[in-house]
């Protein structure tokens, strides 16, 4: 597993490939002598990049505690459900096995953030130009978000970046089972260790990225999730950066990145 250190920073929201490869190239020379102190690492073909949207492609503006009590009834019904969940709440699964009248009105609550999130919907720094870079390497980009259609649509309209398939949570089951993954790499004809998946959550992107057998990167803004080597095996991601700007590196460094073959 690779951390790449200090940000990479690229300049304004937009494709700009001589500062951008400047910048990356200074960023890069900034880590190889980490990087020449660890284990070689094979550099499979990356043909697709998988994305999460909420935390990862778009700055976090959902407050997701005050949602949870709310929710499911207070601070108690809280802190119970993250207890259950060794410190982390699932609250799709939750509600699942809820009466209709309940269910109803949780997901009332549910869509109500949302939107309120929607209304403030912003761009994370380095999504475009890490986009435009996949686009001028042939390399596909996807998304899966347990977040509804309409948020998916909203971001496709709003910051005019498409993903293909981009995958809501009306795709079931929802992450972090590896099926939408999976129902990516079919649709792409690519299979899965050609792929990675990036995303801000352990829990659902990076354990959805290992069931499926792809490659994982971990976007931890505040590091918050601690050091590498203090994870689960079953929650480690290969890689974990605190930018996507970032991603840059990891992809240049780790991988060969091939262009996907004309059809």
Request: net charge negative; hydrophobic share 40%; proline share 8%.
């Amino acid at each position: 597993m690779l951390r790449i250190p200090g940000p990479l920073l690229l300049g304004p929201q937009r494709l700009l490939l001589g500062p951008l490869a400047r910048g990356r190239r200074a960023a890069v020379a900034g880590v190889r002598a980490a990087m020449s102190s660890a284990a070689p690492r094979s550099r499979r073909p990356l043909r697709g990049v998988v994305f999460d949207m909420d935390g990862t492609l778009t700055v976090p503006v959902i407050d997701f505690p005050a949602m949870y009590r709310e929710v499911l009834g207070g601070d108690e019904a809280y802190a119970a459900a993250r207890a259950a969940g060794g410190g982390a709440v699932d609250i799709l699964h939750c509600i699942e096995g809820w009466a209709p009248d309940k269910q109803r009105h949780a997901y009332e609550v549910i869509a109500r953030f949302e939107k309120e999130g929607l209304d403030r919907l912003q761009i994370m720094p380095g999504a475009s130009e890490l986009c435009g870079f996949l686009d001028t390497k042939q390399i596909r980009r996807g998304l899966i978000t347990r977040n509804v259609k309409d948020a998916v649509d909203l971001f496709h309209q709003k910051f005019g970046m498409t993903f293909a398939p981009a995958l809501s949570r009306e795709f079931r089951p929802y992450k972090p089972d590896p099926a939408p993954l999976l129902h990516i790499c079919s649709t792409w004809n690519i299979p899965p260790h050609e792929v990675i998946m990036v995303g801000d959550s352990l829990k659902d992107d990076i354990v959805c990225g290992k069931r499926a057998g792809a490659s994982t990167c971990l976007l931890d803004e505040t590091g918050r999730y601690g050091p590498h080597d203090s994870l689960p095996e079953e929650v480690k991601p290969d890689f974990m950066v605190s930018s996507l700007t970032e991603v840059f590196t990891v992809l240049e460094e780790n991988f060969d990145l091939a262009p996907v073959p004309a059809e």
